[in-house]
């Protein structure tokens, strides 16, 4: 496979340095791609880069993943206004094997292949620097006029709201480069990736090579992900969409993905699965004949779901989704982790009862009119129930129902439902 061609095609190729083909056709390379450890999991908006690795290993290459341990405690200038909060090394080391279990989901480490990819730690070569060394043996080979041209510097000493840049996180870059540096030397590496905001940084690396190292090296950036209508990739209400399923259920994470737009949805497939331009462009026609049924969005999440939790997951993500939007019923939430269930009803409309009420038995008017506000009064409730339009639990009921601690889920959820679509839970303590 030729690796730059394939991230033409996939439109993951921003900017690349002359050569950069022609160096990777004359035999086995190894790249690396810098990953900020400030959290012990990867967002989505990683992938991008991560799918670089994985199409270059694929290529027959070796990809190296570098955790920015020590860049991690200064925080890179590019893209921000404010500076970053600093982390101790113990929390940077969590960070780092968390990082390295979700990596494992796409690249192989443990294989005997010869491009078998390689996860380090910028925190290990950096520690032992002192300041003074660092100055002389590093800085002094960069100028200062250097490093004021580069965008990331500009941008934030000359922004209106901007509250300037310490000389910390100024000298980022020179830190980044020397990283390049020593990849360089003692892992022959000759090219490193990353997003398009990052070009300044890398060619800081590539200039410490050719000043310091003697050697050449090389640049490859992919393009900053947007949605279709301008707002930023992977970005919620809630937050980011992590991989880590504690922080973003794989409900939430499928959900993610199905809910893109038509537009992204192709473009993502290109972009965060291994799908061959012949497949994508199948099922874009596909899309095309029936956009109701949502064919894209259904292979990408399924896809990217599998890929990043397991099939389980991705099948409990589809058993989810058909209890808020198809038919199912008591059995099915049962059948759901409390996680899930949770994820599923986040943001319903929801009241507390007192546990003591239910173990008595509590009639279906008092609990859906008085104990809730699911009706307005008595009468609406009973108008409802005798149309057959209130379910508890996913199950139709009337008037008559009693409820009990036997219709608890989880020992401690109700959910009732007005109609098609109107969800109420209820919490029982």
């Known amino acids: 496979m030729n690796f730059v061609k394939e991230l033409e095609w996939r439109e993951m190729l ?78 940077l080391r969590h960070n780092q094997e968390s990082i390295k279990q979700q990596l494992a989901r796409f690249l192989d480490f443990d294989s005997d292949a010869e491009n078998a990819a390689k996860v380090v730690n910028n925190f290990d070569w950096m520690k032992d620097f002192s300041f003074l060394g660092f100055i002389r043996d590093v800085g002094k080979h960069i100028t200062v006029n250097y490093m004021m041209a580069k965008d990331s510097v500009k941008k934030r000493l000359t ?33 490193q990736m990353g997003g398009s905001d990052q070009w300044g940084n890398i060619t800081t690396g590539t200039e410490m090579i050719r000043r310091i190292g003697n050697g050449k090296a090389f640049a490859i950036t992919c393009p900053l992900i947007t949605k279709s209508d301008g707002g930023k990739f992977g970005k919620t209400e809630s937050g980011n969409i992590w991989l880590d399923a504690d922080r973003t259920s794989p409900y939430v994470f499928y959900q993610f993905w199905m809910n893109v737009s038509d537009e992204d949805a192709a473009k993502y497939m290109r972009i965060f699965t291994l799908f061959s331009k012949d497949e994508i462009e199948e099922l874009i026609k596909k899309h095309a004949e029936a956009p109701h049924l949502r064919a894209l969005q259904s292979a990408l999440a399924k896809d990217v779901t599998i890929r990043v939790h397991s099939e389980e997951d991705y099948n409990n993500a589809v058993a989810a989704s058909n209890i808020l939007f198809g038919k199912s019923t008591t059995q099915d939430l049962k059948k759901l982790s409390e996680r899930d269930f949770l994820s599923i009803f986040e943001g319903v409309p929801q009241s507390d009862v007192d546990l003591s009420v239910i173990k008595d038995g509590l009639g279906i008017i008092e609990l859906t009119a008085e104990k809730s506000d699911l009706f307005s009064s008595n009468g609406e409730a009973r108008r409802m129930l005798k149309s057959n339009a209130v379910s508890l639990n996913k199950e139709k009921v009337d008037e008559s129902k009693v409820v009990n601690s036997e219709d608890l889920l989880f020992g401690k959820y109700l959910i009732l439902q007005k109609g098609k679509k109107n969800y109420y839970l209820i919490s029982v303590s």
């Open 14 to 91: 921003h900017t690349s340095m002359p050569g950069v083909e022609e160096h990777l056709k004359e035999g086995m390379r190894s790249a690396y791609v810098g990953i900020d450890p400030t959290a012990d999991s990867l967002h989505i908006g990683h992938l991008v880069s991560v799918m670089m690795l994985k199409h270059f290993q694929a290529a027959g290459h070796r990809p190296i993943a570098l955790i920015g341990g020590a860049t991690g405690m200064i925080g890179d200038p590019s893209g921000k206004s404010k500076e970053r909060n600093l982390l101790d090394e113990e929390t």
């Open 159 to 191: 922004a209106e709201d901007s509250e300037g840049m310490s000389f910390t996180e100024f000298t980022y870059q020179l830190v980044q480069g020397y990283d390049f540096l020593h990849l360089f030397n003692h892992e022959g590496c000759t090219l």
